[in-house]
């Protein structure tokens, strides 16, 4: 079975930056998302790559700000956060897209003072 580990989640002020890492246990071919859930709210698909690399799609929440890359070579997936604002608070998590439940990971949080 394929484990997740997230991990750069942090404490930084708006406007700041982050990088969010995922590793894999192992490779996977599947296209990878990156997805948040803030307090209260439902776990939402942010960002997301082909398999390939080639392709990717974002929320329009984060469009602009927030780039995904993944190293196929490494079995790792990434997160490029620039200018963040406090509304980007939440725990966020990588998985295939669509997601597998038995994929999900403890996550990292993301907090954004403002």
């Known amino acids: 079975q394929v484990q997740l580990v997230e991990s750069g989640g942090g404490l930084v002020q708006a406007g700041g930056s982050l990088r969010l890492s995922c590793a894999a246990s192992a490779r996977i071919s599947n296209a990878m998302g990156w997805y948040r859930q803030a307090p209260g709210k439902q776990r939402e698909l942010i960002a997301s790559i082909s398999s390939g690399g080639y392709t990717t799609t974002y929320a329009n929440s984060v469009k602009g700000r927030f780039t995904i890359s993944r190293d196929n070579a490494k079995n790792m997936v990434y997160l490029q956060m620039n200018s963040l604002k406090p509304e980007d608070t939440a725990v966020y998590y990588c998985?295939?897209?669509?997601?597998?439940?038995?994929?999900w990971g403890q996550g990292t949080q993301v907090t954004v003072s403002s």
């Open positions: 998985n295939t897209n669509p997601w597998r439940a038995d994929y």
